[in-house]
């Protein structure tokens, strides 16, 4: 009955990690200087960020985002 036990918290722990990896990889490539996601990281630039508040679409979709996610974060704790 242990053995079973460990075989499913190894499945957990691969389950978390494929699951919550990509997630975490994400900020660390949006300060890459190179336009792919891939390692070896080519650099370390503000570049991407720039580009987001310099373009009025991209900021204002950003805008929207996060007063939906807002609201939602309302909704869902009343």
């Not at 939906?68 to 974060?73: L, R, T």
Request: aromatic residues 16%; glycine residues 8%.
């Amino acid at each position: 009955m242990k053995r079973d036990g460990r075989w499913l918290g190894l499945y957990v722990l691969a389950y978390l990690i494929f699951l919550y990896l990509p997630v975490l990889l994400i900020p660390l490539f949006s300060f890459n200087d190179s336009i792919q996601a891939a390692f070896p990281l080519q650099g370390f630039t503000l570049q991407w960020y720039a580009t987001l508040y310099g373009n009025p679409a991209l900021s204002g979709a950003l805008v929207n985002s996060l007063v939906i996610g807002a609201i939602a974060a309302s909704g869902a704790t009343l």
